[in-house]
């Protein structure tokens, strides 16, 4: 599946920086997501205080794990709104 097939949004940072805010579809309807900067700087090597293009960067760079995550999530409890946090990329 491609990303044109999956992202209804383009990715963008949050307006208040918290993480990454873009829509998803899922099973033919869309999902808000957020992948949190914590969860970014946890587990894709964000540094601390990045510019919004390099948090971009780093998003789209770790986009297929994140995704993968996303539709796991999404496959166990369906939600309209999902948020990703440090806890959900913790290999258990």
């Known amino acids: 599946m491609s990303a044109r097939e999956t992202i209804e949004t383009e990715p963008q940072v949050s ?3 918290r993480g990454v805010a873009l829509t998803l579809l899922h099973q033919g309807r869309p999902v808000e997501c957020i992948v949190t900067t914590a ?6 090597w964000l540094e601390p205080r990045a510019s919004d293009a390099r ?7 770790g ?3 994140i995704r993968a995550i996303a539709e796991r999530r999404l496959l166990a409890h369906p939600v309209m709104r999902l948020e990703l946090t440090p806890d959900d990329f913790a290999r258990r």
Request: glycine content about 0%.
């Open 55 to 61: 948090v971009l960067k780093t998003f789209n760079d």
């Open 63 to 65: 986009y297929r794990r």
């Open 15 to 17: 307006a208040n920086r």
């Open 39 to 44: 969860a970014l700087e946890a587990w894709f």
